[in-house]
């Protein structure tokens, strides 16, 4: 892995512009989810709100522990370098786990986004069972998401004596730090014994490749149901009204994009770290631009929504301009029109 001093210090100045940046604009999206979209995007305005909370948490923990990812050989690990603040052993260690676990948290909050999305659209008469408080049962495979990504992080693959001796000299050559005194997670997939063979450590294996699978469940979600409402939209697109119409089309493109991006500059260099630990190889900078895609992740999400949701693209324009215009009062469920009478059922 090609790391330098310097490029770290870039490394630590995106994590700054990083984070003021999301904590402005995931601000500003909240401001717009609780202000604009009680009548354009309905129930689903709370799922919008969780996962920009869940983003800017995620930008938090950034911060604070100013994650670095590195590979070696067999090896790949997440550790703190956060030199502005003195951090414990034991919280560093904590964060750090925490940045791997949120990565994977938010990817799952996505697939809850678009199965609420394939419910509201596809399977209309589910909805009954999401109204009210019951709607954060969405949220249920997350959760377990997070529990077994924690767990698998913290206890499947810790930070043991092998490990810190194994990374002592390239920490120090690398990124100038004690290799004993820095915190830090991340699966050893192999090591050589006396006589050079190899020696496979089951346990940090199956907890990394379960971490993959689960993710790869979470986007295989998102594929089957956005595959189903791109089919529902363009089915139903006689019977529904031309606003509703537009706003579904809006969250679909807004979904579509908060996935493909994400999946494009942090998830898929992440899955060639696990695949590439089994074969001992390396890519050069492939750590230092993973850290730097999530860096800037959280950045990205509230401006695809502000960009795709017409009402919110509405309101910033009209704060910036100091100009003012009617909202729009679409609901987000869709509304079918009856052949038979000339009023419109919503769902």
């Given at each position: 892995?090609?790391?330098?001093?310097?490029?770290?210090?870039?490394?630590?100045?995106?994590?700054?512009?990083?984070?003021?940046?999301?904590?402005?604009?995931?601000?500003?999206?909240?401001?717009?989810?609780?202000?604009?979209?009680?009548?354009?995007?309905?129930?689903?305005?709370?799922?919008?709100?969780?996962?920009?909370?869940?983003?800017?948490?995620?930008?938090?923990?950034?911060?604070?522990?100013?994650?670095?990812?590195?590979?070696?050989?067999?090896?790949?690990?997440?550790?703190?370098?956060?030199?502005?603040?003195?951090?414990?052993?034991?919280?560093?260690?904590?964060?750090?786990?925490?940045?791997?676990?949120?990565?994977?948290?938010?990817?799952?909050?996505?697939?809850?986004q678009f199965f609420y999305?394939?419910?509201?659209?596809?399977?209309?008469?589910?909805?009954?069972?999401?109204?009210?408080?019951?709607?954060?049962?969405?949220?249920?495979?997350?959760?377990?998401?997070?529990?077994?990504?924690?767990?698998?992080?913290?206890?499947?693959?810790?930070?043991?004596?092998?490990?810190?001796?194994?990374?002592?000299?390239?920490?120090?050559?690398?990124?100038?730090?004690?290799?004993?005194?820095?915190?830090?997670?991340?699966?050893?997939?192999?090591?050589?014994?006396?006589?050079?063979?190899?020696?496979?450590?089951?346990?940090?294996?199956?907890?990394?490749?379960?971490?993959?699978?689960?993710?790869?469940?979470?986007?295989?979600?998102?594929?089957?149901?956005?595959?189903?409402?791109?089919?529902?939209?363009n089915s139903l697109r006689?019977?529904?009204?031309?606003?509703?119409?537009?706003?579904?089309?809006?969250?679909?493109?807004?979904?579509?994009?908060?996935?493909?991006?994400?999946?494009?500059?942090?998830?898929?260099?992440?899955?060639?770290?696990?695949?590439?630990?089994?074969?001992?190889?390396?890519?050069?900078?492939?750590?230092?631009?993973?850290?730097?895609?999530?860096?800037?992740?959280?950045?990205?999400?509230?401006?695809?929504?502000?960009?795709?949701?017409?009402?919110?693209?509405?309101?910033?324009?009209?704060?910036?301009?100091?100009?003012?215009?009617?909202?729009?009062?679409?609901?987000?469920?869709?509304?079918?029109?009856?052949?038979?009478?000339?009023?419109?059922?919503?769902?």
């Amino acid at each position: 892995m090609v790391c330098t001093v310097n490029l770290i210090r870039y490394l630590h100045s995106i994590h700054y512009i990083g984070f003021a940046s999301a904590q402005l604009m995931n601000s500003i999206l909240v401001f717009l989810i609780v202000t604009r979209s009680k009548n354009s995007l309905g129930s689903y305005r709370h799922s919008m709100l969780i996962f920009t909370l869940a983003s800017m948490a995620y930008s938090w923990v950034e911060i604070i522990g100013q994650p670095v990812a590195h590979m070696k050989g067999s090896m790949f690990v997440v550790f703190t370098h956060n030199l502005s603040i003195n951090l414990s052993y034991s919280l560093g260690e904590f964060l750090v786990c925490l940045h791997c676990v949120l990565t994977g948290f938010v990817a799952s909050l996505l697939s809850c986004q678009f199965f609420y999305r394939y419910v509201a659209l596809c399977k209309t008469h589910l909805l009954v069972y999401l109204q009210g408080k019951k709607l954060f049962l969405i949220f249920t495979p997350s959760v377990i998401v997070f529990i077994i990504w924690f767990i698998m992080f913290y206890f499947g693959m810790p930070n043991i004596l092998e490990k810190q001796e194994y990374l002592k000299k390239e920490f120090k050559i690398c990124f100038n730090v004690d290799s004993s005194k820095t915190p830090f997670v991340g699966p050893m997939y192999w090591s050589r014994g006396e006589n050079g063979e190899i020696n496979w450590k089951i346990t940090e294996v199956i907890a990394s490749q379960l971490c993959s699978f689960l993710s790869i469940i979470s986007f295989l979600a998102i594929l089957y149901c956005a595959i189903s409402i791109y089919s529902t939209i363009n089915s139903l697109r006689h019977n529904l009204s031309p606003k509703m119409l537009d706003v579904n089309r809006q969250i679909f493109k807004m979904l579509c994009m908060q996935t493909i991006i994400p999946m494009i500059t942090m998830y898929t260099p992440v899955a060639l770290f696990a695949i590439l630990l089994l074969f001992g190889q390396d890519i050069p900078y492939l750590g230092n631009l993973t850290s730097c895609s999530l860096a800037v992740y959280p950045v990205i999400e509230p401006i695809i929504a502000m960009t795709c949701i017409s009402a919110f693209r509405r309101a910033t324009i009209n704060a910036v301009t100091c100009s003012h215009s009617v909202s729009p009062t679409t609901a987000v469920l869709p509304v079918l029109v009856s052949k038979y009478r000339n009023t419109e059922k919503q769902l």
